[in-house]
């Protein structure tokens, strides 16, 4: 049912270097082996790091694939295939304990899975749709991390709406609660949103971060809708065509989606986050 790759594939992804990596959850190490390479179809292609049963592998490539479909309808075709890397947890109290991304060459995705997960845990989990979210933009540095989680905090509800497990309004009310409970971490008006988030990650309170980050796209959705009666998902869209094999930084990013939507929504944001207090930029929700 499945073929293994060539040797050579094997070596090169073997020794291929990481950049940017993204957490969505606390990290934890594995071991590493040689991988099981394996062809898949729609852009996807698997490496079973971990040994499982085939009746496993079956679950979790109809779970990554039925993902996979709902983030380019929401987000737009992705200009490249994915590598998605399945890791065995030990943690049984949840179906995806960690994820992560590797956006170098190899464009990667990786998940650790607990081994007796069923396909409706799986699909109903956020894990996955997340870290495909980051694959939508690049890396834009440590130093802009906040915007980078807050994305991919934002846009995979967008893409659980599509998937059934959201509505409109409960969407609406999940992130304007959480960002709202988030403000209590961002109270000192010394610091901007963006040394604020820094300083939250050094204290691994990375929840405060994607979710307070989150507000950035959360605002800029309300903006567009108001302006140019399109979503954020429309300007992802567009953006994945144009620029995503393009742009190397934030500013460069924040650039194409302004270019996009011909105005100067994002810029604006984009200095509200990094250059004024950030019990300003806070107090905008209410």
């Known amino acids: 049912m499945r073929q293994l790759c060539c040797i050579l594939a094997l070596l090169t992804i073997q020794a291929c270097k990481h950049d940017g990596t993204d957490h969505s959850k606390d990290a934890h190490q594995s071991a590493e082996i040689e991988d099981e390479l394996v062809s898949s179809e729609k852009g996807l292609i698997w490496h079973y790091d971990d040994e499982f049963e085939a009746s496993q592998q079956d679950i979790y490539e109809r779970w990554l694939t039925d993902v996979h479909e709902a983030c380019t309808v929401t987000l737009g075709e992705y200009p490249f295939d994915m590598n998605v890397h399945f890791h065995k947890s030990s943690n049984r109290s949840v179906p995806v304990s960690f994820g992560h991304t590797r956006r170098n060459e190899f464009n990667e995705l990786h998940f650790y899975v607990n081994p007796e997960a069923t396909y409706d845990e799986l699909i109903a ?25 807050g994305y991919a905090t934002y846009m995979s509800r967008r893409i659980m709406i599509l998937q059934g497990f959201y509505t409109e309004e409960s969407f609406d009310s999940l992130y304007l609660n959480n960002i709202i409970d988030k403000k209590r971490f961002y109270s000192d008006s010394t610091l901007t949103f963006s040394e604020a988030s820094a300083k939250l990650f050094k204290q691994s309170n990375y929840g405060a971060v994607y979710w307070a980050g989150s507000g950035f796209f959360y ?54 986050y990094t250059l004024a207090p950030c019990t300003e930029v806070m107090a905008a929700f209410n």
């Open 125 to 149: 989990d956020w894990t996955a749709q997340h870290e495909m979210s980051h694959h939508s933009i690049p890396f834009v540095g440590k130093k802009f991390q906040w915007f980078s989680e």
């Open 219 to 272: 605002k800029a959705d309300q903006l567009l809708q108001e302006h140019h009666n399109m979503r954020m998902e429309d300007v992802i869209k567009k953006y994945q065509d144009c620029c995503r094999l393009k742009d190397k930084n934030y500013r460069s990013v924040i650039r194409s989606f302004d270019e996009i939507i011909n105005s100067d929504i994002f810029s604006t944001l984009s200095d509200q």
